[in-house]
Each structure stands twice: as structure tokens, then as C-alpha cells.
Nanobody
């Protein structure tokens, strides 16, 4: 059983940056592919980025490609999401997720076994 806890959300102006962190506990973090999803008010949860067990093969949604960077530190059991050039449409609750069954992360939310509680990101115009 893996527990995930996100942090780093907040209020930022358009064009600004934030770095989200997701700390894992209770399981073998390095055995999990990791991902970030987000959910805006009134919308479905959507994929943001994923990363493989060893930190390779980052994979991004088109809407964030070139602005967001996913990374992980297996020695700290933490996955990160560096968000630059933020836009108002990036406003959402951001969730990290872990999949203990695969090497590469995917964009399909149904494949993830564990989820954090989410952290709010608000981008003002």
C-alpha cells in the first residue's frame, strides 16, 4: 500500500512558476510508475505528465508540453512537477498517482492504483 501526499500548490500570477512535490510512503516507490493529473471545476480529471520507474521516458499532455517538467528522486521517494509559464487554464486541483504494475507511466487514469489527496493550483490573469 502506497500513500501519496502532494504539496507546493498555491496562487500564482499568469506567467509564473510553481513546483509541486508528491511524497510517497508505505511501499516501494521505485517499483511505481508515477503521474500527475489535474481536475478543474466542472471538468473531468485529465492527464498532465507521467514518468517511468527509473525516471526516464517522461510523457506529457500536449497542453503542458514545453512548460511543465516531471521528475523523480527515488532516494527521496518523491516525484515533482515543475510548472513554468503558467496560464489561467492551468487552474485545477493537481493529483499525483502511482502504478505499481508497469514500468512506464501512461495517460490512462484507470491504470493507477494509488492517488494523493490533491493540491490546489490557482493561476490569476
Amino acid at each position: 500500500q502506497v500513500q501519496l501526499a502532494e504539496s507546493g500548490g498555491g496562487l500564482v500570477q499568469a506567467g509564473g512558476s510553481l513546483r509541486l512535490s508528491c511524497a510517497a510512503s508505505g511501499g516501494t516507490f521505485s517499483d511505481c510508475a508515477m503521474a500527475w493529473f489535474r481536475q478543474a471545476p466542472g471538468k473531468e480529471r485529465e492527464f498532465v505528465a507521467a514518468i517511468s520507474r527509473n525516471g526516464g521516458s517522461p510523457y506529457y499532455a500536449d497542453s503542458v508540453k514545453g512548460r511543465f517538467t516531471i521528475s523523480r528522486d527515488n532516494t527521496k521517494n518523491t516525484v515533482y512537477l515543475q510548472m513554468n509559464s503558467l496560464e489561467p487554464q492551468d487552474t485545477a486541483v493537481y493529483y499525483c498517482a502511482a502504478d505499481a504494475d508497469v514500468w512506464f507511466g501512461s495517460s490512462w487514469s484507470g491504470g493507477y492504483d494509488y492517488w494523493g489527496q490533491g493540491t490546489q493550483v490557482t493561476v490569476s490573469s
